[in-house]
């Protein structure tokens, strides 16, 4: 299997030649490929504290570890898709990969995408919270571990 | 019953299913999350975005005459083509998009009542095929400074104990948040609002299906509540002047105030502002905060 900086850098090069149009649709499929929660998680969404408080929109993410490999599970609002579909793209980089992989989750994702000009950086803020987040989270999981 | 003042400006989910293949109607889509806009939109709508289309990339203002002429030329506008707006959030992006038209003198603006919200629940068509229109002719006119205030006014408009109105949420007026519930602080450095301005927080405007609240609703709130003067200059203002165009737009069009600007610059702005004075807490005045008083003389 790829490491997370090789499947991350497939992910950018898919984003990187297309048009702002084209970026924006990409980012939709991957909004619409955001698998929903299990029964499990619906279940835990309500007892636990998993509400991303840095973002607009409700979001809900675990960071867990399955055996030493990371597994990234997300709930974003059906009103918020370039949140869903970014939540998706991380979620696609690190699930199944090392928990100390993670911490190679550049911070310039979405520039080296194309897509902070095309949301503007205001729009960027949040995303960018969450990369910390899912970064800072599976870094203590490392240690945990 | 009292009736809006301007009913034409605002048409229903209704009326836009009817025009859409009308050539001397537009639908603009303008959202915070623009990929909605790519998700599925009205068909036929075009997308014009607050962030990416209409702010000038390098001065902190809006795009200047000869942009906006390009921009509406590039989506089939033209000076005579009627435009009705609509987006998610309660068309706070749609009434920001509505009052740059307006600033750049476009005659004919309509809201459609309910945004994205009202569309779904009426259970109507969404698109996301690509939208393209021969390009149009369009002459923009200066700036219009009648429904615009910048900060030097708002100070003078502050000082004379005109009306303000502070339409985010009781926290931010307070002081006790920098940034809507839930939003990620986008860089004031006080928190507060300014002295004498009233707080309506813009929700007070809606009702849950996303529909502006009824003329004798908003006339009970605003006119026998607040004891607001339709006639007395008003100032409105939120964070970046996006929730702040949808109380512009129901004071203008829908209670038919003749003098109210939106303050852009908004809290964004004024919160990082040297010497300008702010007040903490829940009363308008400002005496609870000495800042408020001290800044403008040190």
Redesign the interface.
């Given at each position: 299997m790829s490491s997370v900086r090789e499947r991350l850098d497939e992910l950018i090069g898919e984003f990187a030649d297309l048009d702002a149009?084209e970026k924006?649709?990409l980012?939709?499929d991957f909004?619409?490929g955001l698998a929903p929660l299990t029964a499990d998680y619906e279940a835990r969404k309500a007892i636990e504290d998993r509400r991303i408080?840095?973002?607009?929109?409700p979001v809900f993410l675990w960071v867990e570890s399955d055996g030493g490999l990371a597994r990234l599970v997300g709930e974003v609002a059906p009103?918020?898709?370039?949140?869903k579909?970014f939540v998706a793209i991380l979620a696609e980089a690190v699930n199944g990969r090392p928990l100390q992989q993670v911490a190679d989750l550049s911070d310039d994702i979405l520039d080296r995408m194309g897509l902070a000009?095309?949301?503007?950086?205001?729009?960027t803020?949040?995303l960018r919270?969450i990369v910390a987040r899912v970064k800072r989270e599976f870094a203590a999981l490392e240690k945990a571990v | 019953m009292p009736a809006y003042v301007h009913p034409d400006v605002l048409v229903s989910t209704e009326w836009v299913a009817e025009h859409l293949s009308d050539p001397s109607v537009r639908i603009v889509e303008s959202d915070e999350d623009r990929a909605l806009y790519t998700q599925g939109h009205i068909p036929g709508a075009v997308e014009i975005d607050w962030a990416v289309d209409l702010q000038c990339a390098v001065v902190r203002d809006y795009i200047d005459r000869a942009a906006f002429e390009k921009l509406c030329a590039e989506r089939g506008i033209s000076n005579d083509t009627t435009v009705v707006f609509y987006g998610d959030k309660n068309n706070w992006w749609a009434c920001y998009a509505f009052w740059v038209f307006k600033l750049y003198g476009h005659k004919d603006c309509r809201i459609m009542n309910g945004g994205r919200k009202r569309w779904q629940l009426d259970g109507r068509e969404w698109s996301n095929e690509r939208v393209s229109y021969p390009a149009a002719s369009y002459t923009a006119q200066e700036q219009d400074g009648s429904i615009r205030a910048l900060r030097d006014e708002v100070l003078k408009h502050q000082k004379a104990g005109k009306q303000l109105l502070d339409v985010r949420s009781p926290e931010e007026y307070r002081g006790e948040r920098m940034h809507m519930p839930d939003y990620p602080n986008e860089g004031a450095v006080r928190g507060g609002h300014i002295p004498g301005a009233l707080n309506v927080p813009w929700p007070m405007n809606c009702n849950d299906d996303g529909t502006f609240k009824t003329a004798k609703e908003l006339e009970q709130l605003y006119i026998k509540e607040l004891k607001m003067k339709r006639r007395s200059p008003t100032i409105a203002y939120c964070r970046i002047g996006e929730r702040s165009s949808l109380t512009w737009f129901v004071l203008t069009y829908l209670l038919g105030f003749g003098n109210v600007k939106n303050y852009d610059g908004s809290w964004l702005e004024w919160g990082n502002a040297v010497r300008v004075p702010i007040a903490k807490g829940a009363e308008p005045g400002g005496g609870s905060s000495a800042s408020s008083t001290a800044t403008l003389h040190a």
């Open positions: 149009r924006l649709e980012l939709v909004a619409n408080h840095e973002c607009q929109t009103e918020a898709p370039t949140v579909g000009d095309v949301l503007g950086i205001l729009r803020r949040g919270a | -």
